[in-house]
């Protein structure tokens, strides 16, 4: 859905990228995105740490102060972009910590973790040629110091208890393999299933990274409950074995009543052991209930529910079940108020869809009836040129058998001695008797039965044409009879063979006429004549 006012096309390539990776971190309407990309100066980093932060409706200062007062000279690139930041993220937070302090709520950041090709710079290559040496002595003090706590388990234990002490809080460990959320995710549960014998999916962990937890939760208003574990503590071990693996604990985690999603990691990995960091965890095993807390701002999401140390199962389901009945009223009337807004939008997209489904109907009817005129029309047009070539060949017809008729040489008298007489039954069984010349070609008498009628109008002083007759351009008469003698019977074809009456008839003969085809359509001409 296109932001209203708001033209996208006009965006350039890289702001286009921004907005793109923005809507699909947040899942956020372009109309609530596009100010806020912006503000941030299409940051796309800033504006989803904004979103995630509750930053989203917060005046920016340094923009309202802009609006009032003149602008002033622009800074540096650099600088303007650092000013920006402090601006867009210290500021805001301060009254917004305010705000949750006067709540009793603590913020939930979301943390996504820096990649460890980041966070650390390689060394120039003649500085790691020096300080080679010393690595491979490193090296191999770790790899003593690491056979040895294999050996002797007590012994990290004891020397993490005698620097640290117990509750203190652990540090990182470099020498694990920095894997993306998701691979860490994965290798935390295959190394939790390998030392404490379960089998996948007993306890009910979130396949994936704590910021993608964070933001499910956030969408799907679903209580996120962050674990972590330290493997330098002591109080791990009985923890996950008595607490975590507890039946009744795994039951109400697995209950889709509590819409509860589980996440946790152990402070050895990096991503761990940031968001023990941001959630100021310093007991370990520690455990943090986080919802979305509208009371707080639209975006908030705030820990309800924290615990720090071991903890028996029945009392840590009741501190959860606590915080959850805490936050379910508001989250109940959040989840009414967007399923009422789904169920508007659902409606509005299925009207929308009937719309276009009645514009296509009428598209297709308003195309079916101009094929159907096109169509009509066509066939009127063709319909109309038969007509008109009709009634040409008709007109054509009749002049040429005037012309033809004036062109038939007269009826030789009684002082032609050689004349051929011929005598015809015409096909409405009328008799014709004629006299021709000698040397009458056939084709002479095949245009004496075609113009009998005329030639018949004519002697009687019918003859309505006021000049000679001129011949058709172009026109080939074909006759639709032809000469037929009936004893023995002898076919006389005009165009076969050619030549006299007189040599292919004789001195005298009676002939038939006999109609080959079109018979009919001949009458109709003769009639329209």
Same mark, same amino acid.
């Given at each position: 859905?296109?932001?209203?006012?708001?033209? +996208?096309?006009?965006?350039?390539?890289?702001?286009? +990228?921004?907005?793109? @990776?923005?809507?699909?971190?947040?899942?956020?309407?372009?109309?609530?995105?596009?100010?806020?990309?912006?503000?941030?100066?299409?940051?796309?980093?800033?504006?989803?740490?904004?979103?995630?932060?509750?930053?989203?409706?917060?005046?920016?200062?340094?923009?309202?102060?802009? &609006?009032?007062?003149?602008?002033?000279?622009?800074?540096?690139?650099?600088?303007? !972009?650092?000013?920006?930041?402090?601006?867009?993220?210290?500021?805001? !937070?301060?009254?917004?910590?305010?705000?949750?302090?006067?709540?009793?709520?603590?913020?939930?950041?979301?943390? *996504?973790?820096?990649?460890?090709? @980041?966070?650390?710079?390689?060394?120039?290559?003649?500085?790691?040629? $020096?300080? +080679?040496?010393?690595?491979?002595?490193?090296?191999?003090?770790?790899?003593?110091?690491?056979?040895?706590?294999?050996?002797?388990?007590?012994? %990290?234990?004891?020397?993490?208890?005698?620097?640290?002490?117990?509750?203190? !809080?652990?540090?990182?460990?470099?020498?694990?393999?920095?894997?993306?959320?998701?691979?860490?995710?994965? &290798?935390?549960?295959?190394?939790?299933?390998?030392?404490?014998?379960?089998?996948?999916?007993?306890? %009910?962990?979130?396949?994936?990274?704590?910021?993608?937890?964070?933001? $499910?939760?956030?969408?799907?208003?679903?209580? +996120?409950?962050?674990?972590?574990?330290?493997?330098?503590?002591?109080?791990?071990?009985?923890?996950?074995?008595?607490?975590?693996?507890? %039946?009744?604990?795994?039951?109400?985690?697995?209950? %889709?009543?509590?819409?509860?999603?589980?996440?946790?990691?152990?402070?050895?990995?990096?991503?761990?052991?940031?968001?023990?960091?941001?959630?100021?965890?310093?007991?370990?095993?520690?455990?943090?209930?986080?919802?979305?807390?509208?009371?707080?701002?639209?975006?908030?999401?705030?820990?309800?529910?924290?615990?720090?140390?071991? $903890?028996?199962?029945?009392?840590?389901? @009741?501190?959860?079940?606590?915080?959850?009945?805490?936050?379910?009223?508001?989250?109940?009337?959040?989840?009414?108020? &967007?399923?009422?807004?789904?169920?508007?939008?659902?409606?509005?997209?299925?009207?929308?869809?009937?719309?276009?489904?009645?514009?296509?109907?009428?598209?297709?009817?308003?195309?079916?009836?101009?094929?159907?005129?096109?169509?009509?029309?066509? *066939?009127?047009?063709?319909?109309?040129?038969?007509?008109?070539?009709?009634? @040409?060949?008709?007109?054509?017809?009749?002049?040429?058998?005037?012309?033809?008729?004036?062109?038939?040489?007269?009826?030789?008298?009684?002082?032609?001695?050689?004349?051929?007489?011929?005598?015809?039954?015409?096909?409405?069984?009328?008799?014709?008797?004629?006299?021709?010349?000698?040397?009458?070609?056939?084709?002479?008498?095949?245009?004496?039965?075609?113009?009998?009628?005329?030639?018949?109008?004519?002697?009687?002083?019918?003859?309505?044409?006021?000049?000679?007759?001129?011949?058709?351009?172009?026109?080939?008469?074909?006759?639709?009879? &032809?000469?037929?003698?009936?004893?023995?019977?002898?076919?006389?074809?005009?165009?076969?063979?050619?030549?006299?009456?007189?040599?292919?008839?004789?001195?005298?003969?009676?002939? $038939?006429?006999?109609?080959?085809?079109?018979?009919?359509?001949?009458?109709?001409?003769?009639?329209?004549?």
């Amino acid at each position: 859905m296109a932001a209203s006012g708001f033209d +996208l096309t006009s965006l350039t390539e890289d702001q286009q +990228l921004a907005l793109q @990776q923005y809507t699909s971190v947040t899942d956020q309407e372009l109309d609530a995105a596009l100010p806020l990309l912006q503000t941030c100066q299409w940051n796309a980093q800033i504006a989803i740490t904004r979103f995630f932060d509750g930053d989203a409706d917060t005046v920016d200062p340094a923009a309202e102060a802009a &609006r009032v007062a003149p602008p002033p000279p622009p800074p540096p690139a650099q600088a303007g !972009r650092r000013a920006e930041t402090l601006m867009d993220t210290i500021a805001p !937070r301060s009254s917004r910590d305010r705000s949750r302090r006067g709540n009793g709520l603590e913020e939930a950041p979301r943390i *996504v973790p820096t990649p460890e090709s @980041q966070m650390t710079q390689p060394m120039p290559f003649p500085f790691s040629l $020096i300080l +080679l040496p010393f690595n491979l002595t490193y090296v191999v003090f770790q790899r003593i110091l690491g056979t040895a706590g294999y050996l002797f388990p007590f012994l %990290p234990r004891l020397l993490s208890r005698f620097w640290s002490g117990s509750g203190a !809080r652990p540090t990182r460990d470099t020498g694990r393999r920095p894997l993306s959320p998701n691979d860490t995710a994965a &290798r935390f549960m295959r190394e939790f299933e390998e030392e404490y014998g379960v089998t996948h999916g007993t306890v %009910p962990f979130h396949e994936g990274g704590y910021a993608s937890a964070f933001d $499910i939760a956030k969408r799907d208003l679903k209580y +996120l409950l962050v674990l972590l574990l330290s493997p330098e503590h002591d109080d791990n071990a009985s923890f996950v074995r008595e607490t975590l693996l507890a %039946p009744e604990l795994l039951a109400f985690l697995k209950d %889709p009543k509590n819409n509860i999603l589980l996440w946790s990691g152990t402070v050895q990995d990096a991503e761990a052991f940031q968001v023990s960091t941001a959630l100021s965890a310093n007991k370990f095993p520690y455990a943090c209930l986080i919802a979305h807390t509208p009371s707080v701002s639209s975006t908030a999401m705030s820990k309800i529910v924290t615990s720090a140390g071991p $903890i028996a199962a029945q009392d840590l389901i @009741q501190k959860l079940q606590a915080g959850i009945q805490s936050q379910s009223a508001e989250l109940d009337r959040i989840r009414r108020q &967007r399923q009422e807004q789904q169920a508007s939008r659902s409606l509005r997209q299925e009207q929308e869809s009937a719309y276009e489904r009645s514009l296509a109907a009428d598209r297709e009817k308003a195309r079916r009836r101009k094929e159907e005129e096109a169509e009509k029309e066509k *066939v009127e047009r063709e319909e109309r040129q038969r007509e008109e070539s009709k009634a @040409q060949r008709v007109r054509t017809l009749a002049q040429w058998r005037r012309w033809r008729a004036a062109s038939i040489h007269p009826e030789p008298g009684t002082d032609v001695k050689d004349a051929v007489r011929i005598s015809l039954r015409l096909p409405n069984g009328e008799r014709a008797v004629r006299k021709f010349r000698p040397d009458a070609e056939l084709e002479e008498l095949y245009a004496f039965v075609e113009c009998y009628d005329i030639m018949n109008d004519v002697n009687e002083g019918n003859d309505m044409t006021e000049k000679a007759p001129q011949e058709p351009e172009g026109y080939e008469h074909d006759y639709g009879f &032809r000469l037929v003698s009936p004893m023995p019977r002898e076919v006389y074809e005009v165009n076969s063979k050619g030549g006299t009456i007189r040599e292919r008839v004789g001195k005298s003969g009676n002939l $038939i006429v006999e109609m080959v085809g079109g018979e009919e359509e001949d009458e109709e001409e003769e009639d329209e004549v």
